[in-house]
Nanobody
Framework: VQLQESGPGLVKPSQTLSLTCTVS??????????WSWIRQPPGKGLEWMGA???????YYNPSLQSRISISRDTSKNQFSLRLNSVTPEDTAVYYC????????????WGQGTQVTVSS
């Protein structure tokens, strides 16, 4: 499975961060798969942000629940992240990830994309 993140590298405070993950070699509707977004702020650990599973259901980190939305475009085999009302604390490398075969694992990762929140 190959994953590739794309989206703006710079977002202004209070605006919305939008990223897309393009998936190759496995359908995002494949039964039992969960497709995750994970981020790593500078100098900090990894944070699981949320996931969309094969049937379109979404699950979010409670700490981001009020600001996050994950959606998908099955025709393009993509899933997307939207994070509203960003602050400089949302500056991070953002990754999308997939399980080895099925489930909630994060065995396959995209290369990551740097997003900086700054005016």
């Amino acid at each position: 499975v190959q994953l590739q993140e794309s989206g703006p590298g710079l977002v202004k405070p209070s605006q919305t961060l939008s990223l897309t993950c393009t998936v190759s070699s496995r359908s995002i509707t494949a039964t039992g798969n969960a497709w995750s977004w994970i981020r790593q702020p500078p100098g900090k650990g990894l944070e699981w942000m949320g996931a969309i599973i094969y049937n379109g259901a979404t699950y979010y980190n409670p700490s981001l629940q009020s600001r996050i939305s994950i959606s998908r475009d099955t025709s393009k085999n993509q899933f997307s992240l939207r994070l509203n009302s960003v602050t400089p604390e949302d500056t991070a490398v953002y990754y999308c990830a997939a399980p080895l075969t099925l489930g909630w694992g994060t065995d396959y990762w995209g290369q990551g994309t740097q997003v900086t929140v700054s005016s």
